[in-house]
């Protein structure tokens, strides 16, 4: 497999791919974080690392801008699923991958909101 891959206590960590994305969003809608609208929005974030444990997807972990033009790091797990042991892992991975795909600074900040408005934007039309 190309990129980064970790393994620890048969939990993998790996950059996500488009196939990834249809378990991503069930994760996402499962932890009530999309209350307030049907459709996405860019509080979703870009999605760049993932957790699996025998094949299943159990978290992921985005990045996105807040409100102070910063990128921030948040994870999201499956229900049932403790997150103290998997979540260092998964936000180094994304924080990681940030690094090495948008550089640095406030072109990072401007990258990764074009990048997440147009991952929501596509999804809420395939959906």
Known sequence: MNGFTKKTDEITYRKVYL???KAV???YQETGSNVTSEKL???FGL???IAE???KLIGFASAKCNELEEVEITSYYKNGIGQSNTQPFLE?????TVN???DTGPEAVKKI???TERLVRWLNNCS
């Open 19 to 21: 196939s990834d994305l």
């Open 25 to 27: 969003l069930d994760i």
């Open 41 to 43: 929005t860019t509080q």
């Open 47 to 49: 999605p760049l690392a």
């Open 53 to 55: 444990h025998g094949n």
């Open 92 to 96: 180094e991975l994304a924080k990681s």
């Open 100 to 102: 090495s795909s948008f």
């Open 113 to 115: 909101k074009n990048a």
